[in-house]
T-cell receptor, first 111, second 114 residues
């Protein structure tokens, strides 16, 4: 059974700090990795994806992938209170069309 | 209006009742999904459909059935609801020609089974 593991948190960081969210996955054949953000009472929305080893930056967000360690992370620079949400890590697995989600990490950015 | 619309948004029912959750979309996507979200368990796939004639079981399909009435409509049924089916249910769509793994979610249907 494929698994995507995340620390459930809550993770609390002060405003302006870097928030680091981590995820590990069990399927060594996984190729594609996704970060979804879910505000309380709302539906998830895709904010980042990464396919290749290394870093991918988009504004204040950086996704990092290390396939050898089966590890994906999301860094949020200059964290804002509006970043407070649950962040879901997901992968598609080898040859799969299905997304497997982690349980999510709840982030609180303290003003 | 939302691109992916779920009805009802909230429903309270009793054990043994038949329940249908409906999903319609205006995104023109072929692929549709039903997920369930429980506190501490994350999102789990119930069923998915890649076109009108294609229905596939997901991770937790027992106790559920689906119907793909049209490209834009995908319904989830609980034939005889039980309390452990109390959860938040999300419908989602994706475009097979776009980024794999990019799902567009509806606003969710909160179901309570007493």
């Amino acid at each position: 059974q494929k698994e995507v593991e995340q620390n459930s948190g809550p993770l609390s960081v002060p405003e302006g700090a870097i928030a680091s969210l981590n995820c590990t996955y069990s399927d060594r054949g996984s190729q594609s990795f996704f970060w979804y953000r879910q505000y309380s009472g709302k539906s998830p929305e895709l904010i980042m994806f990464i396919y290749s080893n290394g870093d991918k930056e988009d504004g204040r967000f950086t996704a990092q992938l290390n396939k050898a360690s089966q590890y994906v992370s999301l860094l949020i620079r200059d964290s804002q209170p509006s970043d407070s949400a649950t962040y879901l890590c997901a992968d598609t697995g080898a040859g799969s069309y299905q997304l497997t989600f982690g349980k999510g990490t709840k982030l609180s950015v303290i003003p | 209006d939302a691109d992916v619309t779920q009805t009802p948004r909230n429903r309270i029912t009793k054990t043994g009742k038949r329940i249908m959750l409906e999903c319609s979309q205006t995104k023109g996507h072929d692929r549709m999904y039903w997920y369930r979200q429980d506190p501490g368990l994350g999102l789990r796939l119930i069923y998915y459909s890649f076109d009108v004639k294609d229905i596939n079981k997901g991770e937790i399909s027992d106790g559920y059935s689906v119907s793909r009435q049209a490209q834009a409509k995908f319904s989830l049924s609980l034939e005889s609801a039980i309390p452990n089916q109390t959860a938040l249910y999300f419908c989602a769509t994706s475009d097979p020609w776009a980024l794999p793994g990019e799902l567009f979610f509806g606003e969710g249907s909160r179901l309570t089974v007493l």
